[in-house]
């Protein structure tokens, strides 16, 4: 059994600030050597989050007018009345989606589909330097 990670940081502009991550996690597998197995990324922090979907235009403006709904950014949150930085609907935002995924590894590469790619997203009211952390076990 092989395991093998890695680190690195994104910088995210502010609400819904998103980056295609695909390639790298597909960098990631190609490195660690592993033909059959499962990788696991996380994006640390508790106002972000990571996910799949199609990552064109109108797929995340749909996700994003999704989130506005579930979280509306000007809700009221107790969160905002505890802590006063206005950014309650980013937490909550960021338990609905999750900040971590696993990912299926066969014949060395992502078992995705054809139009589905791995998206980190900032949800916090104010850019922010995302980590994330990829971590893949398998057999080479």
Not at 34 to 44: A, D, E, F, K, P
Not at 50 to 68: H, K, M, N, P, Q
């Amino acid at each position: 059994m092989t395991a093998y990670s890695h680190r690195w940081t994104l910088d995210l502009p502010e609400e819904f600030g998103h980056a295609d991550v695909t390639p790298q996690l597909a960098e990631v597998v190609a490195a660690s050597g592993v033909r059959t197995g499962m990788l696991t990324v996380h994006l640390t922090g508790s106002t972000g989050a990571v996910t799949t979907i199609e990552y064109e235009s109108g797929a995340l403006a749909d996700l994003g007018r999704a989130l506005e709904r579930l979280a509306p950014t000007r809700g009221d949150y107790a969160h905002n009345a505890r802590w006063g930085d206005g950014n309650g609907f980013s937490h909550v935002r960021s338990a609905l989606l999750k900040t971590g995924l696993a990912i299926p590894v066969i014949d060395g590469r992502l078992a995705l589909g054809t139009w589905q790619q791995v998206v980190a997203l900032n949800l916090d009211n104010r850019p922010r330097s995302r980590e994330l952390v990829a971590v893949v076990v398998g057999e080479g």
